[in-house]
């Protein structure tokens, strides 16, 4: 590792959470996420040569040289989310790009829902986009680092990672609109509540390949939707109503899904209203319900996950809880009252560690801002 000092350009960037509109993004819809507290360090400086070396507390380094082509490495290497936003930059900047050393450092888990991946792409294109003086708009770097994703890791995934990564602000949840991309910042109402991350842990292997999935049923429920409605572009502009019109064309698992979405949006939007209302609980009925339908009807949620939003119900200074991002694993969103969060906290480790003999992380977390330069 090279000292700090050597470094020409420092930048932070945070994880995400999302309090509502899970797996809507792709399904054009709103989503209502924020950036976080928690962030991966990456210290960039320009280096002579043509070979840049990239560096990791956590993972192996890697190196590569910036004037041949970019393909990315096979066995989901970890260097396909920096090798796919380079290769993004250099499409829209062509010859714009010299050798350069990365440092990365992070304190966000990984695979842990909170999209340390998002994180790791927007923060380097952040970085290169200020070392080489690139000008890409927030809006071009928000899709260079998706297509990183779609392109070299393989994830289908939506925009509100980054989205929620590059136009986070302290203290404000972004209600996205993912079809047009027009956004609100809303005050974060929720006081005297706090936003605890209750980490389960388990990280499904098939995540990635089930997330596809997921993506992929809602594509055939919309192409029979728009033979029928062909008005429609995106399914989660479909109300309940339309959907149930659907009963015996859609195979009952793409029935399931499609009627999800339809409900999911409307949460977010209901969602959106309450939290801007000061209506901390009925925000939180939104939440149980929106984990309700990622559990039964999308399918996306684990033993793990449900227990932990079971257990809060118990419990009246949970005012809401919800499975958060992808699925299969990953964490919980929590509302708890700032009163007793440690005590609850005490009680759901230990009830956790009973009942699947895994530790239990709990992070507390503040909403804050999307990813900049420290120096
Ligand atoms: C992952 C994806 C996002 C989104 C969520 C589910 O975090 O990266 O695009 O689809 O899952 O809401």
Redesign the pocket.
């Known amino acids: 590792m090279v000292a700090n000092k050597n470094f020409h350009l420092t930048v932070k960037s945070p994880g995400r959470i ?1 309090l509502i ?6 399904n054009g819809g709103h ?1 209502l996420p924020a950036a976080i507290d928690l962030n991966i360090t990456i210290r960039f400086k320009k280096r002579e040569g043509r070979v840049c070396h990239v560096s990791s507390k956590a993972k192996d380094d890697f190196k590569f040289n910036i004037y041949e082509p970019l393909k990315p490495k096979p066995n989901n290497h970890w260097a396909n989310y920096v090798l796919g936003v380079i290769n993004g930059i250099l499409k829209l900047r062509p010859q714009q790009l010299s050798a350069f050393d990365c440092e990365i450092e992070s304190d966000l888990p990984m695979g842990s ?1 909170i ?1 340390s ?2 994180a790791l792409e927007c923060g380097i294109t952040f970085g290169l986009n200020s070392l080489f003086n690139l000008n890409l708009s927030k809006l071009e770097q928000i899709k260079i680092a998706q297509k990183a ?1 779609n392109d070299f890791v393989g ?1 289908k ?5 980054q989205f929620a990564v590059i136009m986070g602000e302290e203290k404000k949840v972004i209600l996205l609109n993912c079809e047009t991309l027009k956004y609100e910042l809303l005050d974060a109402n929720i006081d005297p509540y706090k936003i605890v991350l209750l980490n389960t842990n388990v990280e499904h292997k098939l995540a990635s390949s089930e ?1 596809n999935n997921r993506r992929k049923v809602c594509e055939i429920a919309m192409e029979m939707i728009k033979s029928k409605y062909p008005h429609y572009h995106q399914l989660a502009q479909v109300p309940l109503k339309v959907i149930e019109t659907l009963e015996n064309e859609l195979q009952e698992s793409v029935l399931r899904r499609a009627t999800f979405v339809a409900e999911e949006e409307k949460r977010t939007i209901d969602a959106s209203i309450v939290l801007q209302n000061g209506d901390i609980t009925k925000f939180g009925e939104l939440m149980y319900a929106s984990h309700e339908g990622l559990s039964n009807k999308y399918d996306v949620s684990c033993p793990e996950l449900d227990f932990l939003v079971d257990y809060s119900k118990k419990h009246n200074s949970v005012v809401g809880s919800r499975m958060m ?2 699925g299969f694993g990953g964490c919980t969103i929590n509302l708890i009252h700032k009163d007793y969060i440690q005590y609850y906290i005490e009680l759901i480790t230990k009830a956790y560690e009973d009942q699947f003999d895994l530790e239990l992380s709990c992070i507390e977390t503040e909403i804050s801002k999307g990813v900049s330069i420290v120096r």
């Open positions: 999302n509109g899970e797996h809507i993004d792709y989503v829902g999209s991946s998002a994703e994830t995934c939506g925009i509100m990672d997330y991002g992808g």
